[in-house]
């Protein structure tokens, strides 16, 4: 049975492509960023200037690869992430409502919608 498989992938994050976040705990605590990728079933999200490692690289001069130290942001778990409230301008929480038939992500702290 693959019922454990199906769970994980209709899990959703509070988080969205293009959301702004802030990190609440690890390395990067404070920092803000743009989501760049969400990643449900692994319950990771991509930010941008968040956990980001040196990679280093080998130059391949057949592929065009200039060799060096090139800095990349890693995936970080979701729940180390907090939404960054556009309106009121704090790490907050959303709760889903229902306006305008339409299902929008609602700052818990302003009231505002956080989905345009
Ligand atoms: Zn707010």
Redesign the pocket.
């Known amino acids: 049975m693959a019922k454990n498989s199906k769970s994980l992938a209709n899990k959703k994050l509070h988080t969205k492509v293009g959301d702004r976040v802030i990190v609440v705990s690890g390395r990067d605590k404070g920092k803000q960023g743009n989501v760049k990728e969400v990643n449900p079933s692994k319950g990771t999200v991509l930010v941008d200037g968040v956990n980001v490692v040196t990679k280093a690289q080998k130059a391949n001069p057949a592929v065009g690869v200039q060799g060096g130290l090139n800095k990349v942001a890693k995936p970080i778990n979701a729940s180390k992430v907090m939404i960054c409230?556009p309106?009121?301008d704090?790490a907050?929480r959303v709760r889903k409502e229902i306006r305008d038939g339409k299902k929008v992500r609602v700052?818990i702290?302003?009231g505002?919608t956080i989905d345009v």
Do not use: A
């Open positions: 409230c309106s009121c704090k907050t700052c702290k302003c505002e």
